[in-house]
C-alpha cells in the first residue's frame, strides 16, 4: 500500500513508533526538496544553454558578416590599455609581454605592474626591452601602494613597466589604472595567453550598442594539452590527464552556456578575474579594485553595477561568446580544490559585502534575480545538493524508500545534467568547433557524460568547504603549482 | 635554361602568415625570374635567409611569433644579413608605422591591397640596384 | 498523484533519447562540416591552379561564359555559381580581391562577372528575408564588380531596413563609386558608433574620392558629423580646401577643435600653422594636446619671424599643466633639431624642478640624445 507525503513519493508504511514516523517524514520531505531543487537548477541551466544557442547563433551570424580586422584598423576605435599585473613571474614575463605587444589593434597600450616581485621579473623586462626609468607624474585617482619606479622603452613606445610595492593582485591593477593612459582598460593575468584578434572582439559591442556598456568580457578556455609557441595557441588539442579534460568540459558549460546566456538576459555579473573589458572612468569613479576580497574582479562588476543603477543610467554589461583568452587550469587535484575554494570564498565575500542588493527595487533585475541566483543557485546550491546525495541513499538504506525508485530519481537527475554537458559541448562543436579530431570530439563526449558520476560531485564539495571556510573567515590565497608553458614544472 | 642561367637567379624570401598572399606572391616573384621560398612565420623567415643569403626579402608586418619589424631588426643587426634589402607588404592603416620604423631597414614597402605587376617591376628594381 | 515506477522509466527513457539524439546530430554536424572543408580544400587547389595562369599581365585574358582563355586558349573552366563548390570559388576570388589591386583585380572581376557569379548575388537582393539582402550587398561589395552599382543603389534608396541601407552603402563605397560617397556620409549620421566607424573606414578607403565632400561636410551644422569629417580627413591625409578646417579650429565644440588640428596636421597644411599656434592656448587640454602634435607634424616655419613664434609656442607648451601637452610639445622640439633641442636642454637646467623639467628630460632621454643635452649644457654656461 503507498500512501505519499507529498503526494509524489511513495513509501512503505508499515508500523512504526510514533517518532520514527516523525523522522521518516522529515527525511523524505527533505528528499523532496533536493530533488525539485536539482531539477530546477538543471531546468535553470538548460534554459540558458538554449538562451546561449540562439545568442551564439545571432553572434556568429554577425561576426561574419564583418571583416573585424579591416574595421579595427581604423583610428576612429578607442585605444585600449592592457594591464598585466605580475610577480614572481621569472623568465617567461618576456615572453608574455612580447605576444601582448604583438596584438591586432589600432592602438594600444601594455601596462606591466611589477607587484614587488622578489625575484628577476623587473630585471628581465629591462634587459629584454631596453627600458629606461623615467621621472614620472600621474594621479593616483584609486588607491594603491606606492609606485617605486615607472619603466619605458624609446623601442617600445606601446609598453610601460610600473614597479611598486608589494600589494596583491587587485592593488597593482589599480596601480596599473593609474599609470594607464587610454579610456578603456583590461586585465591579463601574466600566464593567460591572448587570441590575437580578442581586443577587436571585446570592444566590439562597446560600440555596438546605443546603451552605455562599462563591462565586457569573453570566453576564457584552458590552454592545457595545446601548443603554445611565443605566447600564443597556434594548436588546439586536449590534454592527458582526466582532471584537466573535466574542466574544459566544465569551462565549455559555464562560459559557452553559462554566461552567454546571463549576458543575453543582462544580468551578468561576474567577469572572470582572467581577462575583463572595462571603462576606466566609471571604474575610476567606484575606486577601482577592492583590495579586501578574494574576488576582487567580481566585485568590480557589482560595484560598477551597482553605481550605475544608483544613478540611473541605462546600461548592459556584456558577454562576446568569443574565445579571447586561454589560461592553464590547475593540473593536480589539490590545486584544483583550492581554486575551487578560493572562488567560491570570493563570491560570498562579495554577495555580503553588497547585500542591500538584495531585492532592493533600486537595483532592478540585479536585485530580484541577478544576486538572489547567485546566492541560492550558485552559493547555496552545493550544500543542497551534496545533502542529497548523502540523504537519498540514507532513505533506501533506512527502508524508507524503495531502492529501485531511489535509484530511478537519481539517475533521472544524472542523466538531465549528462544532457546539459552534452548540449554545451554540442554548443560548441555547432559554433567554434576549435577541435578538430574527431578523435577529440568523441572523448569531450566521453568525458561529458561521466563527469556527472563523481567530477561534479567533486566539484560541489570543493565549494562547500569554501564555503565553511569562509565561515571561518581565512583570507589567504593558496599557492597555486604552476607549470611553465613549454618548461619544466616549478613550485610558485 | 642553362644551369649557369639558373645559378645567377637572384633568390628572394617571401614571409606572410596568410596562405593565399603567400602564395600570390611567390607565383608573381617566381615569374619575374627568381627562386622563391616562402616562409609563414617571422622566425621561419629568418631561418630561410640564414639558410642561404637572399638577395631580397619581402615581409609582412603583422605575423605571428615575430613580426616583421622584427625579422627586420635581426637581419640589420647581424653583420652577414646586414646588407640584404627588406621589403614590406603592409596594411593600409600601417603605413605611418613604416614610414616611422624605416630605422629596422627597409629599402621599400607596398601597401595592401597591390597589384602584382607593381610588386614585379619594385622587385626587379630592387634586385637591377645590388648589381 | 503519484509517479511510479512505470512513469519513472518512461521519464527515463525519454530522456536517454533525447542524449542519443543530440550526441547523433553532433556527429552529423561534424561530417558534414568535413565534407565542405574538404570540397573547400579542392576548389582552392584547382583556382590556385588557375590563378598561376592569369598572373602574366602580358598575355591576353578573356572570358567566354565560365571558360577563361589565356591568348585564346582554355586553360580553366569555373565551376557554376551553386552549391558548395560555387561558394568555395566566390570565397576564393573574394578573398584574393580584398588583397589585390590592378590589371589582375579587373580580371579576376572579369570571372566573377562571366561566370555568373555577380548575377547570382544581384538575384539574393530581391530576397524577401533581410538577412540574405544584407548578406548579399556583402558579397557585391566583396566582388568590385561595377555591374551590380544601380542595383546597390536601389537598394540604399529604397529598402525597409536600416543595416541593409548601410550595407549597400559601404559596398558602393568599396566598389568605388563616387556616388555612394553622398550616401556614405549620410549614413554617418548613424547612432551606434560601431556603423559609425565601419562607414568610416570604407570612406577613408575611398580616399581622394571622398575628400571633396568630407571636406565641405566639416562646416556642417550637426558637430558629430563636424569630427567624423575630420577624423576621416586625417585618416586620409589630405584636404580639399584648407578654410574649414581652418575655421573649425575656433568651433564652439572641443571635440571639433581637436580634430581639426589633428587634421591639419596630418594633411600637412603648412599654410595653416599661425593659425594652429594660436588654437595652443585653447582651455581644452586635448585640444591643446591634438595642437602640440599638429605642430609637430607640420615642422617648425623657416621664415625667422615665423620660426621665433613657433618655437615660443612650443616652449609655452612646455610649461603647460598638463602631463601629455608637455610631452608633445617636448616631442615636437626634439624634432625641430638644433634650436628646438637647446630649448629643451635649457628648460632641463634652468628650471630645477619643475614639470617642465621633467618632460624635457624624458623627451631627451626617449630619444637618447641626452649627450646633445649635455654638450648644449656647456654651450650655455659658456
Request: glycine share 6%; aromatic share 8%.
Amino acid at each position: 500500500m503507498t500512501a505519499t507525503i507529498f503526494g509524489l513519493l511513495p513509501l512503505l508504511v508499515a508500523d512504526e513508533a510514533p517518532i520514527h514516523l516523525l523522522l521518516r517524514k522529515i527525511i523524505l520531505g527533505f528528499n523532496d526538496v533536493v530533488f525539485f531543487y536539482v531539477i530546477f537548477v538543471d531546468a535553470v541551466y538548460f534554459v540558458f544553454t538554449l538562451f546561449a544557442l540562439s545568442e551564439v547563433r545571432t553572434y556568429l551570424r554577425s561576426r561574419d558578416k564583418e571583416r573585424l580586422e579591416q574595421i579595427f584598423r581604423s583610428r576612429l576605435v578607442p585605444p585600449i590599455s592592457i594591464l598585466c599585473p605580475a610577480y614572481n613571474e621569472g623568465a617567461t614575463i618576456v615572453e608574455s609581454v612580447r605576444s601582448l605587444l604583438r596584438l591586432k589593434y589600432s592602438k594600444h597600450e601594455v601596462v606591466v605592474i611589477n607587484d614587488g616581485s622578489k625575484d628577476d621579473t623587473l630585471k628581465y623586462l629591462v634587459d629584454a626591452f631596453g627600458m629606461e626609468r623615467l621621472e614620472f607624474t600621474f594621479e593616483n585617482s584609486v588607491k594603491s601602494k606606492p609606485v617605486r619606479g615607472l619603466y619605458a622603452s624609446p623601442r617600445y613606445p606601446k609598453l610601460i613597466v610600473v614597479d611598486k610595492e608589494n600589494g596583491g593582485k587587485a592593488d597593482a591593477l589599480n596601480a596599473g589604472i593609474n599609470a594607464s593612459r587610454y579610456p578603456l582598460f583590461c586585465t591579463v593575468d601574466a600566464d593567460a595567453l591572448l587570441e590575437e584578434d580578442a581586443l577587436l572582439h571585446v570592444v566590439k559591442p562597446m560600440l555596438d550598442r546605443t546603451k552605455f556598456v562599462p563591462v565586457t568580457g569573453g570566453i576564457i578556455r584552458a590552454a592545457n594539452g595545446c601548443r603554445v609557441v611565443k605566447g600564443r595557441v597556434e594548436s588546439v588539442g586536449l590534454p592527458r590527464k582526466p582532471i584537466e579534460i573535466f574542466q574544459i568540459v566544465e569551462y565549455m558549460r559555464a562560459f559557452l552556456c553559462g554566461r552567454t546566456a546571463q549576458s543575453a538576459l543582462n544580468v551578468m555579473l561576474i567577469v572572470s578575474g582572467a581577462f575583463g573589458l572595462f571603462h576606466k572612468a566609471t571604474a575610476k569613479i567606484v575606486g577601482g579594485y577592492s583590495t579586501d576580497t578574494v574576488g576582487e574582479d567580481k566585485e568590480l562588476v557589482v560595484k560598477i553595477v551597482r553605481y550605475l543603477k544608483e544613478q540611473k543610467r541605462e546600461y548592459e554589461v556584456l558577454f562576446v561568446p568569443q574565445t579571447v583568452c586561454w589560461t592553464e587550469v590547475p593540473a593536480t587535484w589539490q590545486t584544483l580544490g583550492r581554486q575551487r575554494n578560493r572562488w567560491h570564498r570570493g563570491m560570498f565575500e562579495v554577495l555580503l559585502k553588497h547585500k542591500d542588493i538584495f531585492f532592493n527595487r533600486t537595483y532592478g533585475r540585479v536585485g530580484w534575480f541577478g544576486m538572489p541566483y547567485f546566492l541560492f543557485i550558485e552559493a547555496l546550491g552545493p550544500i543542497v545538493e551534496l545533502s542529497g546525495y548523502i540523504l537519498l541513499p540514507l532513505a533506501a538504506l533506512l527502508g524508507l524508500l524503495a531502492p529501485l525508485n531511489a535509484f530511478l530519481y537519481t539517475m533521472c537527475a544524472v542523466v538531465f545534467g549528462i544532457i546539459l554537458s552534452v548540449s554545451s559541448v554540442l554548443l560548441e562543436e555547432a559554433s567554434f568547433h576549435r577541435y578538430p579530431r574527431w578523435k577529440e570530439l568523441l572523448t569531450l563526449n566521453f568525458y561529458a557524460v561521466i563527469e556527472n558520476f563523481g567530477y561534479r560531485q567533486l566539484t560541489l564539495w570543493w565549494r562547500l568547504r569554501g564555503t565553511i571556510d569562509w565561515i571561518r573567515g581565512q583570507k589567504q590565497w593558496g599557492a597555486q603549482q604552476r607549470q611553465g608553458f613549454g618548461s619544466p614544472a616549478k613550485a610558485a | 635554361m642553362s644551369m649557369e642561367e639558373q645559378e645567377n637567379r637572384p633568390r628572394v624570401v617571401i614571409a606572410d602568415d596568410d596562405p593565399d598572399i603567400r602564395r600570390l606572391v611567390e607565383m608573381t616573384v617566381t615569374n619575374a625570374g627568381c627562386d622563391v621560398t616562402v616562409a609563414s612565420d617571422g622566425e621561419e623567415a629568418l631561418a630561410r635567409v640564414r639558410d642561404s643569403v637572399p638577395d631580397l626579402v619581402i615581409l609582412d608586418v603583422l605575423m605571428p611569433r615575430m613580426d616583421g619589424w622584427e625579422v627586420a631588426r635581426a637581419l640589420k643587426s647581424d653583420p652577414a644579413t646586414r646588407e640584404v634589402p627588406v621589403m614590406f607588404l603592409t596594411s593600409r592603416g600601417q603605413e605611418h608605422d613604416v614610414l616611422e620604423g624605416f630605422d629596422s631597414g627597409a629599402v621599400d614597402y607596398m601597401v595592401k591591397p597591390f597589384s602584382p605587376r607593381e610588386l614585379q617591376v619594385r622587385v626587379r628594381s630592387v634586385l637591377a640596384k645590388r648589381q | 498523484m503519484s509517479l511510479d515506477l512505470v512513469a519513472l522509466e518512461l521519464v527515463l527513457s525519454s530522456l536517454g533519447i533525447a542524449l542519443g539524439s543530440l550526441v547523433s546530430f553532433m556527429m552529423t554536424m561534424r561530417m558534414y562540416r568535413e565534407w565542405r572543408a574538404a570540397v573547400h580544400v579542392q576548389v582552392r587547389e584547382s583556382m590556385t591552379g588557375a590563378l598561376g595562369k592569369i598572373l602574366d599581365t602580358d598575355r591576353s585574358f578573356s572570358m567566354q561564359d565560365r571558360s577563361v582563355l589565356v591568348d585564346g586558349e582554355q586553360v580553366y573552366v569555373v565551376p557554376k555559381p551553386r552549391g558548395p563548390v560555387g561558394d568555395a570559388v566566390r570565397e576564393f576570388l573574394v578573398d584574393h580581391l580584398s588583397f589585390i589591386s590592378g590589371d589582375l583585380r579587373g580580371r579576376l572581376v572579369t570571372i566573377l562577372e562571366s561566370a555568373g557569379y555577380v548575377a547570382a548575388a544581384m538575384r539574393q537582393l530581391r530576397s524577401p528575408l533581410g538577412e540574405n539582402r544584407l548578406k548579399a550587398c556583402m558579397i557585391l561589395g566583396g566582388m568590385h564588380s561595377r555591374i551590380a552599382i544601380p542595383a546597390l543603389i536601389e537598394i540604399f534608396n529604397d529598402d525597409p531596413d536600416a543595416m541593409v541601407r548601410i550595407t549597400a552603402a559601404e559596398a558602393l563605397g568599396v566598389v568605388g563609386a563616387e556616388p555612394a560617397v553622398a550616401h556614405l556620409l549620410q549614413a554617418l549620421r548613424d547612432p551606434t558608433r560601431f556603423q559609425q566607424v565601419r562607414v568610416a573606414e570604407v570612406l577613408a578607403r575611398m580616399g581622394m574620392m571622398a575628400v571633396p565632400a568630407l571636406t565641405a561636410a566639416v562646416d556642417d551644422d550637426d558637430v558629430r558629423m563636424s569630427a567624423l569629417a575630420l577624423d576621416i580627413l586625417a585618416d586620409i591625409g589630405w584636404m580639399s580646401d584648407f578654410d574649414p578646417a581652418i575655421r573649425a579650429l575656433t568651433h564652439a565644440s572641443p571635440e571639433v577643435r581637436a580634430r581639426a588640428a589633428e587634421a591639419l596636421g596630418r594633411a600637412g597644411a603648412i599654410e595653416a600653422t599661425e593659425a594652429v599656434m594660436k588654437a595652443a592656448a585653447d582651455p581644452a587640454w586635448f585640444v591643446r594636446v591634438r595642437v602640440m602634435k599638429a605642430l609637430e607634424a607640420l615642422g617648425a616655419p623657416r621664415e625667422r619671424s615665423q620660426r621665433a613664434r613657433y618655437l615660443g609656442t612650443l616652449e609655452q607648451g612646455l610649461h603647460d599643466g598638463v602631463w601629455w601637452v608637455r610631452q608633445h610639445a617636448a616631442e615636437a622640439l626634439v624634432k625641430v633639431g638644433e634650436d628646438g633641442r637647446r630649448l629643451l636642454a635649457r628648460a632641463m637646467i634652468e628650471a630645477p624642478d619643475s614639470p617642465a623639467r621633467r618632460a624635457s628630460v624624458s623627451a631627451l632621454q626617449h630619444h637618447l640624445i641626452a649627450s646633445a643635452a649635455k654638450t648644449a649644457k656647456t654651450a650655455i654656461a659658456r
